[in-house]
């Protein structure tokens, strides 16, 4: 009794399973990607015979193509374009920019005292190359040479931080 119900599910899976190869063999009409070939010509592809074989295309077989189709991109002149209402409203009058300069000048300047305060702590502390040397230092002399090379380090970069502030307060000197 097992021997039937085996032989027909076997029966009915090779009958599925040429029905399934008949439909990948022979495209129907009704499928409109399996039904035409399709052409490459460059980025473009194309379905249609004629044209691509004025223009010279190449047939894909086996290949399934997806196009997405984009949006277009804008024109150089219409990308970068204002309104002139919105570039009006980002004017500023003479007044608020005169002080929104003071308040740059003031934050620029009350950093930079900060920067040469902290210069001249760490240039104390270094001591020529040679600061006093704290209580686990004695034993280990590594780590008085590692806080040696960290105060150089940190003298530097304060140093550039200070340049950077100076020419920052030139430019706003400049552009008066």
Do not use: W
């Amino acid at each position: 009794m097992r021997f039937p119900v085996l032989l027909a599910l076997l029966m009915f899976a090779v009958a599925g399973l040429a029905q399934a190869q008949s439909r990948l063999a022979a495209p129907s009409s009704s499928d409109p990607v399996r039904g035409s070939r399709v052409y490459r010509c460059g980025n473009q592809y194309t379905n249609d015979a004629t044209e691509a074989q004025a223009r010279g295309c190449q047939l894909l077989e086996g290949a399934s193509v997806s196009v997405v189709q984009g949006a277009r991109a804008a024109s150089a002149g219409t990308r970068f374009a204002q309104k002139p209402e919105a570039a009006a409203s980002l004017r500023v009058d003479g007044a608020e920019q005169r002080a929104r300069d003071a308040d740059a000048r003031a934050i620029l300047e009350g950093e930079l005292r900060k920067a040469l305060a902290r210069q001249s702590e760490l240039l104390q502390e270094y001591n020529n190359g040679e600061p006093e040397k704290l209580g686990p230092e004695t034993r280990n002399y590594q780590k008085y040479l590692d806080r040696v090379a960290h105060l150089k380090a940190s003298i530097a970069r304060n140093e550039a931080d200070i340049e950077g502030l100076r020419r920052e307060l030139s430019r706003l000197t400049a552009s008066k």
